[in-house]
């Protein structure tokens, strides 16, 4: 599957679970497992969940966290899969400081 944009993501977590999981998980096993887990705590699907982290990072993150996005997505080897693991990141780090 080819690497995918930040505009690629938003496309995924508007489609479907499964091609976001299939992309996620041959990128970055790792953050589709944690993406998972949380999506189904929440009783969310994979894509909501994403969905709604990418639109938290738009709207609650400072300067310091774009500038850490960036950085990880321009030395990433899949740039999406980067951005994806940074804003769940992100999501869950709002969520334990609430």
Do not use: H, K, N, Y
Not at 5 to 31: E, R
Not at 50 to 72: H, P, Q
């Amino acid at each position: 599957m080819r690497e995918l944009m930040l505009g690629d993501i938003i496309s995924l977590g508007m489609q479907s679970s499964d091609q976001l999981g299939a992309w996620l998980g041959a990128a970055d096993p790792q953050t589709a497992q944690r993406l998972g887990e949380e999506a189904a705590r929440r009783e969310e699907s994979p894509a909501q969940f994403l969905r709604i982290a990418v639109s938290d990072f738009i709207s609650e993150a400072d300067e310091e966290a774009w500038a850490s996005l960036v950085s990880a997505v321009r030395d990433a080897a899949d740039p999406g899969a980067a951005c994806a693991a940074r804003m769940i990141a992100f999501r869950l780090s709002l969520e334990s400081v609430s």
